[in-house]
């Protein structure tokens, strides 16, 4: 086993149990897990930013929709003033 992948099983092991903390099962805590980063890197990647980075912005993601927060869509413009098409 290579180095990496040490540190891979134990990082998915560490977001699997978070993701059990948050109510998943095993086998979707694991699921979740991967895909998290998956993502996390593909963003990384995209984006030029460190993987930490990347993963620390999509678990926040998680966390807040968990507690009905995140709704994945972006902020309402304001209602009401001026138009600027006229």
Do not use: C, W
């Not at 926040?60 to 001026?82: C, D, L, M």
């Amino acid at each position: 086993m290579r180095p990496d992948d040490l540190a891979d099983e134990r990082l998915l092991a560490m977001l699997q149990q978070s993701f059990a903390n948050l109510g998943a099962t095993g086998d979707q805590a694991r699921v979740m897990a991967v895909q998290l980063l998956k993502r996390a890197r593909q963003i990384a990647a995209e984006r030029g930013i460190p993987e930490a980075a990347a993963m620390r912005d999509l678990l926040a993601k998680v966390v807040s929709g968990r507690k009905g927060e995140y709704t994945g869509q972006p902020p309402h413009p304001p209602t009401g003033g001026t138009s600027a098409v006229g």
